[in-house]
């Protein structure tokens, strides 16, 4: 007999970046101009409904997900800032990204991590649940930290 009950199960992906921590935390929070140009091509028509900069700020943006487009909304915390910023999505999926900034291994160098925590059926369709899920963020997560990495060390306003 199936448990219907939901488990929790957590994608992510980590990177070095080699830029200030300060200078990688702003262009994530900043959902005006510097997140905006870290997405890979499967995250589209990012609004800023409210806010724009860090906690406080709601975002609405569509996604390619296996060939169909999703809208998702999300509102933005930060419970560390200049650490960590969080994005709730607000639907009944209770999925939440969760961007980390630590200090590298050099003054001068970022580690991030971009981790998504989802509710996923028990049992047999749960472990198809994290199988397509990881596999469909984790490499998202990578392109997103090259894109960042790629914006991060390049001059500013580019």
């Known amino acids: 007999m199936e448990n219907n009950q939901p488990e929790k199960h957590t994608v992510s992906a980590s990177a070095t970046i080699p830029a200030r921590r300060e200078r990688v935390y702003s262009l994530i929070a900043n959902y005006n101009d510097g997140h905006p140009r870290i997405l890979p091509k499967q995250f589209t028509s990012l609004v800023v409904e409210q806010g724009g900069v860090g906690s406080g700020t709601i975002i609405r943006f569509q996604m390619s997900v296996f060939g169909r487009k999703q809208t998702f909304r999300a509102a933005i915390t930060e419970p560390e800032p200049g650490r960590v910023l969080v994005e709730t999505y607000l639907d009944e999926s209770g999925a939440v990204t969760t961007f980390t900034v ?4 050099a003054p001068a160098d970022s580690h991030v991590t971009i981790s998504t925590e989802l509710r996923v059926r028990s049992g047999f369709l749960g472990k198809i ?8 963020l984790r490499p998202l997560y990578v392109k997103e930290l090259e894109n960042l990495a790629r914006v991060a060390t390049g001059p500013f306003g580019s």
Not at 129 to 136: A, G, P, R, V, W
Request: net charge neutral; no cysteine; aromatic share 0%.
């Open 102 to 105: 630590n200090p590298g291994g």
């Open 129 to 136: 649940e994290k199988t397509l899920s990881t596999l469909l």
